[in-house]
């Protein structure tokens, strides 16, 4: 049976990424006996620059009527400056909204190879592996209302934090399951001191867990879950979090592995999953061949296993990379003694691996 995967390459070096990417799928599509036929389709300010919106209803019927999509990157210098309503960030949050993707899955794993690329000390990285989970639909993100208006003479800007009862039980959900696929341990980040809607949140998240006995359950403040991360980020096994404290938490998470060029990304729960690489357009290198496709082609081993129930794709592809990158770095996770590759050279090399194992 053919399997229609859309390819959103968007701004910047998503472009350059997605086609490396593009290459391992084919690969893989071969190795496996699938046919998959690839769409591609404009987002974000690339897609505003031929059509007005960076969410154009052809791109969004594209990925509606997929079986899954691989996106780049959006945003760049050029439409930093576009009304809030058009910015190519806007085609993000409509996409995950449209498509229902309330469960976003962040792994930050550290590879052996690149615990001297994180700003940590080897001791405190040497072994993490967390995973993220982030709810990506609700929130402050979504909540209204939401503007800003003159208020007694001033400008008063706001938005709101709001949960529904269903929204967290249905994230609980993934964190709990997820949970029990890894180590067994699940934290669950909140500001339950201060603001209600997380309040709520913790008290489902505690009913949910009667539905999990089996996995331990934690409960942080975020304030200090940034701290910890930072302090003994090994702490961690799964992590499940709202929209805004996931957003950031993500990011600290990613640092903790010292190269955000390598960390891959799926954003499930509708009936299409979407896939990207956490980092973003980098503008200052792009349309020059020397971005790290890793996390991109990871995303490709995530889009197998969770769309196309392939999981031993996604083993082989990340066993694949670890061995690529004993030899060849791109320039972000340059180290000596190491090959200096450029892009296109990377995704070659991770093909090359695949065929030896
Ligand atoms: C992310 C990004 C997005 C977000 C932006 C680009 C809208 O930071 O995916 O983490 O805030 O969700
Ligand atoms: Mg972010």
Redesign the pocket.
Same mark, same amino acid.
């Given at each position: 049976m053919s399997k229609n995967i859309v390819i959103t390459p968007g701004d910047g070096i998503g472009k350059e990424v997605t086609a490396q990417a593009r290459k391992v799928m084919e690969y893989m599509a071969k190795r496996f006996k699938l046919v998959l036929e690839f769409t591609e389709v404009p987002i974000g300010g690339t897609a505003y620059d031929l059509t007005g919106t960076p969410l154009p209803d052809e791109t969004l019927q594209a990925c509606k009527a997929a079986d899954a999509i691989l996106l780049g990157a /959006?945003?760049g210098p050029q439409w930093e400056t576009l009304d809030y309503s058009v910015r190519p960030?806007r085609a993000?949050?409509g996409l995950r909204g449209e498509l229902q993707l309330y469960a976003n899955l962040r792994p930050a794993q550290i590879y052996g190879e690149l615990v001297g690329a994180s700003t940590l000390k080897p001791e405190v990285v040497d072994g993490a592996d967390i995973m993220v989970i982030r709810e990506l639909t609700g929130g402050i993100?979504f909540g209204q209302p939401k503007g800003v208006e003159i208020r007694n003479g001033e400008r008063v800007g706001f938005n709101t934090l709001v949960y529904s009862e269903s929204e967290i039980r249905r994230i609980a959900k993934v964190g709990f399951e997820t949970a029990q696929k890894r180590s067994g341990r699940l934290t669950s980040v909140d500001k339950a001191n201060v603001l209600e809607a997380t309040e709520l949140w913790r008290n489902v998240v505690q009913d949910v867990h009667n539905d999990y006995p089996d996995v331990e359950l934690n409960h942080m403040y975020v304030d200090n879950a940034a701290m910890q991360l930072i302090r003994a980020p090994k702490q961690f096994d799964t992590i499940v979090t709202t929209n805004m404290f996931g957003?950031i938490l993500?990011?600290a998470a990613a640092m903790i592995t010292g190269s955000i060029g390598m960390l891959p990304s799926a954003s499930l729960g509708g009936k299409v999953g979407l896939y990207e690489p /956490?980092h973003?357009s980098a503008p200052d290198i792009a349309g020059q061949n020397l971005a790290n496709p890793l996390a991109t082609i990871l995303s490709v081993g995530m889009l197998f296993r969770y769309s196309l129930d392939l999981r031993e794709a996604d083993e082989l592809i990340q066993k694949a990379v670890e061995n690529t990158i004993k030899i060849y770095r791109t320039a972000d996770i340059m180290a000596e003694g190491k090959t200096s590759v450029d892009c296109q050279w990377m995704g070659e090399e991770v093909i090359k691996s695949l065929e030896q194992i």
């Open positions: /959006v945003g960030e993000l949050l993100y957003d993500s990011d /956490v973003g």
